[in-house]
C-alpha cells in the first residue's frame, strides 16, 4: 500500500542552542515554547496504529526539553514493534535518560557541527565539551547513535575533521546539504561532489540509489556515510513520497513536508485522524514550492 511510512513527532519548537543556520525543523521562526502534551500525543499514536506508518521519529526544537517525551517514547516501544529516532543536540541528555533510551532500543542522532571548541561555539553557541560528555553517555549506555552534518559555507571547511571523528567512533554520518532561504548557495552541489572525492581518496566505494537520489559512501572500517539529495532544489515530489515521511507539529497540526502548509488536527477522534492523513497522501502529488 502506498501510504506514510514515518510519522515525525516534533515535540516542542524550543532549544537552548542558537544555531546559525537553524530552520526548526521547518517551524515557525518565532519560538513560541510550545510542548506537544503525552495525552495529545497518545490520542493521534491510536490513530496510527493501523497504518502503514512503522517509524516514529522524535524531534524539535531540542525534543529532551519536553519533560513528557521519554514517556512519549515509553508509549511507543510498548505498542511496537516500530522503529523509533530522536534527533537532538545531546545536551540534556545524562545516564538516567540514556539508560530508557537503551532500553526502548532508540537510535540518536546527533547534531554534529563541529570537532573542537572553535568551530561547534562559532555554530552552536555551545560548548564542545558537552557534546563529548553525550557521546561518553551513549556509549557507555549501549545506546545506538548516529551523527547529522549541515553542509553549508560555514561548516565546509571541516567536513574532513567531521568524517574523520565518525569513523573513528564508528558510527554512521549523514550530510545534509543546506540550500534555503538566506543561505542558499549556488557552491552546494560543488561542495558535495568535493565530498564525493574526497571519501573516494579515503578508499570508500560509493552506492547510488537513483529512486531517492541518496549517495552511500562505505569506509573501509564500513562506517557509513550518506549524503541526502537536495530534494527541494530538485522540486521532485517523487523522492519525498518515496521517503514517505509525515510531519506532527506541537501546535496540534500536520505537515506533509518541511514546505507544506499546516494542517490543523480537525478532530481528535482516531478514526477522523486517519481520514485526515489519508487524505493529506492523497493530495501529497505535487512539491508545494511549485504551487
Known sequence: MSFWKILRVLVTDSCNYKCIYCHNEGQESVNKKQFLRYEQFSQIFKSIEETPINQIRFSGGEPFLNPEILDMIDLVHRKGP????????????????????????????????????????????????????????????????????????LTYDYVEDIIDYASKMHRRLKILPLLEGKYKDNQVEYWVENVGQLLFKKGATRTFDIRSGITLWRLKNDTVVKIIPLACAQKDITICRDYAELRLLPNLSFMSCITSKQEPIFSFKPVDIRKQITLLWDNFNECPLLR
Not at 96 to 101: G, H, N, Q, Y
Not at 108 to 128: A, C, D, Q, R, S
Open 82 to 153: 516500530y522503529e523509533i529516532g530522536i534527533a537532538t543536540n545531546g545536551s540534556l541528555i545524562n545516564t538516567v535518560i540514556a539508560k530508557r533510551l537503551a532500553v526502548a532500543h532508540v537510535l540518536v542522532t546527533l547534531h554534529f557541527p563541529g570537532v573542537n571548541e572553535e568551530n561547534y561555539h562559532k555554530i552552536t553557541g555551545n560548548e564542545f565539551s558537552a557534546f563529548i560528555r553525550c557521546v561518553e553517555t551513549l556509549e557507555e549506555n549501549n545506546v545506538d547513535y548516529s551523527f547529522n552534518f549541515v553542509l553549508c559555507k
